[in-house]
């Protein structure tokens, strides 16, 4: 009963720990929670078996095999997402429901990273995830992943490349910010030339309504038809609610800031993707009620 309890210890301090590793593979805090619980039981068994070797080190332990079943969840729920309606995106977590320990640094936390790491092979972002966000050795990866430091290091190299991430810095969220106050009037005035201006002539939109409610079915491509996607929500929502037809303000979800958006009696949470120059390149719109269970939808 001891050794239980000594496992079950480790785990509590670490647990916080395994959630950052665990959401930031997923993107789904859920099933975050789910791995992590999973590697707490496997922690419990492991210590006893009477035949098994002593664990040196419970957190390097409990690190290897969270990353080893999120690797797993990740392939398992591949299939699923393939037949998910519409474009999938992860789930928004408020900022402050987060534990320190997961939001570590908030690097690889926002929901544009998590659902650009959506392209790379499991173990590649389990690599970048590890290295980026809680500062591990290509070395100690490797004795994670069963891969040599080389291999490691090339893993993290290419993931960086694919995902535009400066290898040396993490990005700044400040554009982001500043972005999002300016749409956020604009779309309240409903100054749709404004929205337009705000765009890069290459601006992508991902809207994820899961089949829940109404939502664009396939991403919108080049600022003429994300203004027309804006247009369109703005004239309906006039004829619901003629006196405030829609209402926008900023929370903090993710470890950065995004953007709530109320109309036809519903709540969207978008976060937006700045250039260098302050463009929006890129916005991701969460608007699948289940997936807005983690964030404060209240201004």
């Not at 080190?57 to 690797?71: G, K, M």
């Not at 977590?93 to 690097?107: C, F, G, I, M, Q």
């Not at 500043?178 to 749709?192: F, M, P, S, T």
Request: with cysteine; hydrophobic share 45%; glycine share 6%.
């Amino acid at each position: 009963m001891t050794l239980a309890v000594s496992a079950t210890s480790a785990w509590q301090s670490e647990r916080n720990r395994l959630l950052g590793i665990a959401y930031r593979m997923l993107g789904d805090f859920g099933h975050a929670e789910d791995v992590v619980s999973e590697v707490a039981i496997d922690a419990v068994q492991r210590e006893r078996k009477a035949d098994a070797d002593r664990v040196d080190s419970w957190p390097a332990w409990l690190t290897t095999v969270c990353v080893r079943r999120s690797i797993d969840r990740v392939r398992q729920l591949a299939a699923v997402r393939e037949d998910y309606t519409g474009p999938w995106l992860p789930e928004p977590v408020d900022t402050s429901k987060l534990p320190d320990e997961a939001v570590a640094n908030r690097e690889l936390l926002s929901l544009t990273l998590l659902h650009l790491a959506e392209q790379l092979a499991p173990e590649a972002r389990a690599a970048l995830v590890l290295h980026r966000a809680f500062g591990m050795s290509a070395i100690d990866i490797g004795e994670i992943l069963e891969k040599t430091p080389a291999a490691v290091r090339q893993m993290i190299s290419r993931a960086e490349r694919r995902l535009e991430i400066d290898p040396e810095a993490p990005a700044p969220r400040a554009k982001d910010r500043a972005a999002l106050e300016k749409l956020v009037r604009a779309i309240e005035q409903g100054e749709i030339d404004t929205v337009v201006a705000m765009l890069d002539r290459d601006a992508v939109l991902w809207a994820d309504g899961g089949g829940k409610v109404k939502s664009a079915m396939n991403p919108l491509f080049g600022a003429a038809r994300i203004a027309r996607f804006f247009a369109g929500i703005l004239g309906k929502a006039v004829v619901f609610d003629p006196v405030q037809p829609v209402r926008a303000w900023l929370i903090e979800v993710n470890g950065g800031t995004a953007l709530v958006l109320r109309h036809h009696g519903r709540s969207d949470v978008i976060e937006v993707d700045a250039a260098p120059d302050g463009s929006i390149r890129g916005l991701r719109q969460l608007s699948n009620p289940d997936k807005l269970t983690r964030v404060s939808l209240c201004p």
